[in-house]
């Protein structure tokens, strides 16, 4: 681990008893949901991580525990340093507790993980779709939501396809 | 000036009216200033100094969709921009030409997922389909050689069907 | 398909003031189709006469769904769905892309692809900052703007057909170096470019710089803080113009940056004149950058002799049996990743360009996030058109420099 970031793991694993991991010098915090408010504010304020630079999460369909991991990525321009902190969430309907009071940038992430995972933000100050139109059904991104792959159209099927497609009228 | 120089004094000229207008409509097309994506960029090229689309009456691209008659659909299609994309062509003014630019607006390209239309043809009709990704100007210009082709064929009593 | 949805003001009731209940201020919208919007973006607008009291960016009219996508290929694959995120700066998403291939497996790569690899985001740098500035002049009404920088742009694009065979969508750098070396016109090419590069620069100034309707559009028009820039995540030039001496070619070197002598251009004024400046300055110091790059360009190899995730050259496959098996092997299976995530950034034309990209142990990406900078810069927009014109919107827009492709990803 780059020694200078040694101290902020300490600070974080001292006041919120998380693990760490580490691959390839970055080095991965786990905290837990009900926490990540506070982590934020500490690593802000105290440690000087100015830039939330991704709010994204990734599904680990078909586990169900923990389901998704919710991960923030932070940069630190004094000090030239990066940390990675991820939550684990449970369940297919989970919930994480927004974080715009903290990063302004988090609030349009914090749309885009409702939209494209369906993990609720408690709080947040507009949850709305950001990327879908509102009448979408389902969050794409999720595992268990196809890709939507359509049947490309060759010489030899060409005219079974041109049967199903929906061509558009004058 | 003009007509005279090159043909001297003719008097007369005689021809059908179907292909006056056609031959005008051809040399003023103004397409539809909308781009979507990665082709617009393209399209961009096409008008600027060193393809110079206005060599083919098309320097003039028009904003609004009530002012124009081509609509170069330059991108990929996505669901949520469909509808928006048939509310422009049901406000162009007939007669109008559509042109599918790039391999997204033709058949989706490499994007084969649930956000893109496979094919714009499913949103609105196409004459014109530009294959490429994106296709270069040249192409681009080709494509709208080509619309123009169909122009000069076409006959009142189809355009009345419509 | 689906028809346009009616909404009512009940559902943005949270966002706008609340005289536009009464009726008392206008709500306008500005997109999906608008010639000075940079692609299909719309933008509520709450006007009290011509002042924005608020704006409400309503993205997603470009979703490509690209992330999801790319999990479902390999990570060969998976590179040409970078090139069409942000359409102005494809080399360099291939370089993030690769990059953070090239990290998750630990691969070397050699000091001759390193050296091409500067020459062509730079020069991508070059053309997408053309771009930028063509658009923008022609939202602020200078036209010949737009004929000039295309011109320039014009010639960047033919380098990159002669390298890669593909003026915008090249897919050129591959994991472990890059597709093959360049030919030997190549160096000429870059070489008249470097030549008469500057000159155009310095007429491009003139046409704009000192101009004095220009500076009555631009100078302390959407002024934005330091704290801002930074609480809403803004980076590269936007940030930059803001005060910020923060670039990721100086503070943590890749593709051996460390080498070449460059200085990252800051302002203090934070307006849009300020952003402008920084990008024109980041045109001359990337001139420098390929200048430099090329001088030292080493001559070997382009592409890592590693042949379990890099295919071997054609001319073996001919000869050699266990060419054609990693051959065979890497285009229909392609490479095993381990199951660990990493984080990967570079800095594109607007701003940190990252990648966080998840292996699960096989040879298709468990998640690709991409990490894309207008995303972040366009979030800070509502914040800093408070209080100005529409007509004062269009040059801050233009300013911060959004594709589309970008956002919406």
């Known amino acids: 681990m780059n020694k200078n970031l040694e101290p902020v793991v300490k600070a974080i694993q001292d006041k919120f008893g998380a693990t760490y991991e580490e691959f390839r010098d970055e080095v991965h915090l786990f905290v837990k949901p009900e926490q990540i408010v506070e982590a934020l504010t500490l690593l802000r304020d105290e440690q ?20 998704f991991h919710v991960i923030y990525q932070f940069t630190s321009l004094a000090k030239n340093l990066s940390v990675q902190i991820r939550v684990p ?9 927004t974080v715009t009071a903290v990063y302004a940038s988090a609030n349009w992430r914090e749309r885009e993980l409702l939209d494209m995972f369906g993990i609720e933000v408690e709080g947040h100050p507009d949850p709305r779709r950001i990327l879908m139109p509102d009448d979408h059904v389902g969050h794409p991104l999720r595992k268990d939501y196809p890709l939507g792959y359509e049947e490309p159209q060759f010489t030899f099927n060409f005219d079974e396809i041109d049967l199903r497609k929906p061509y558009a009228k004058e | 000036m003009g007509v005279e120089q090159k043909l001297g004094n003719m008097g007369v000229v005689t021809t059908t009216l179907e292909t006056v207008v056609n031959w005008s409509r051809t040399n003023a097309m103004w397409p539809m200033l909308f781009g979507l994506a990665c082709c617009a960029i393209e399209m961009m090229s096409a008008q600027s100094a060193s393809y110079d ?24 299609v996505s669901k949520k921009m469909g509808p928006v994309l048939r509310r422009l062509y049901d406000q162009m003014p007939e007669p109008k030409w559509v042109i599918a630019m790039g391999d997204c607006a033709s058949c989706g390209g490499v994007f084969n997922n649930y956000a893109i239309y496979q094919g714009v043809d499913e949103v609105v009709p196409v004459d014109v389909f530009v294959a490429g990704c994106p296709p270069r100007p040249e192409a681009l210009i080709h494509g709208v050689l080509t619309v123009y082709e169909k122009v000069k064929g076409e006959k009142f009593k189809d355009l009345a069907v419509k | 398909m689906s028809q346009i949805e009616e909404v009512s003001l009940e559902k943005f009731k949270h966002l706008v003031s609340e005289r536009a209940l009464t009726g008392e201020t206008m709500l306008l919208n500005m997109g999906p189709q608008h010639p000075s919007t940079h692609g299909v973006l719309r933008l509520l607008l ?20 690209i992330e999801k996508n ?3 290929k390999t990570y060969q694959k998976a590179e040409v769905m970078t090139d069409r995120l942000d359409y102005m700066n494809t080399m360099g998403n291939n370089l993030a892309y690769v990059m953070a291939v090239e990290k998750l497996v630990d691969l070397d790569v050699p000091a001759r692809a390193q050296g091409l690899r500067v020459i062509l985001t730079e020069l991508q740098r070059i053309a997408s900052h053309l771009v930028w500035l063509g658009t923008s002049g022609l939202d602020l009404a200078a036209m010949s703007m737009f004929l000039y920088c295309f011109r320039e742009r014009e010639q960047i694009l033919d380098i990159f057909e002669l390298v890669s065979g593909q003026r915008m969508m090249t897919t050129y750098f591959r994991p472990g170096g890059v597709w093959r070396d360049v030919p030997v016109e190549f160096e000429k090419a870059v070489r008249d470019f470097i030549k008469i590069f500057p000159k155009r620069i310095d007429e491009y100034e003139t046409l704009l710089t000192k101009n004095p309707l220009f500076i009555d559009r631009m100078v302390d028009i959407g002024y934005l803080s330091k704290e801002t820039a930074l609480s809403y995540g803004v980076t590269g030039p936007a940030l930059r113009a803001s005060g910020v001496d923060w670039d990721l070619r100086k503070a943590r070197p890749y593709c051996g940056y460390e080498q070449y002598d460059f200085n990252v251009p800051t302002r203090t004024e934070g307006d849009t004149y300020a952003r402008y400046l920084v990008r024109i300055d980041e045109l001359r110091e990337s001139l420098r950058i390929v200048e430099q790059a090329l001088n030292k360009l080493p001559l070997g190899p382009v592409r890592s002799e590693n042949r379990k995730f890099v295919p071997p050259p054609r001319s073996e496959i001919g000869v050699s049996m266990e060419a054609l098996i990693h051959h065979f092997k890497l285009w229909t299976e392609g490479f095993p990743a381990p199951k660990a995530s990493i984080y990967s950034a570079v800095e594109s034309p607007r701003g940190e360009l990252a990648l966080m990209l998840e292996g699960d142990g096989g040879p298709k990406p468990l998640r690709v996030h991409l990490r894309t900078p207008s995303f972040d810069n366009l979030g800070v927009l509502s914040e800093i058109v408070k209080g100005h014109l529409v007509a004062d919107l269009v040059a801050i827009l233009a300013s911060i420099d959004i594709v589309l492709g970008d956002i919406d990803r």
């Open chain 3, 70 to 72: 790319m999990e479902a």
């Open chain 2, 53 to 76: 689309m206005s060599r083919f009456g098309m320097e003039l691209m028009r904003a609004s969709p009530r002012q124009s008659d081509l609509m170069i659909v330059a991108g990929r």
């Open chain 3, 46 to 65: 709450e006007l009290d006469g011509e002042v924005v009291v608020n704006c409400i960016p309503d993205i997603g009219f470009l979703h490509t769904g």
């Open chain 1, 89 to 97: 969430l449970n369940g297919s309907s989970p919930k994480v507790q």
């Open chain 1, 48 to 67: 000087e991580f100015e830039l939330l630079s991704a709010l994204t999460a990734t599904d680990y369909w078909p586990q169900e525990s923990p389901r």
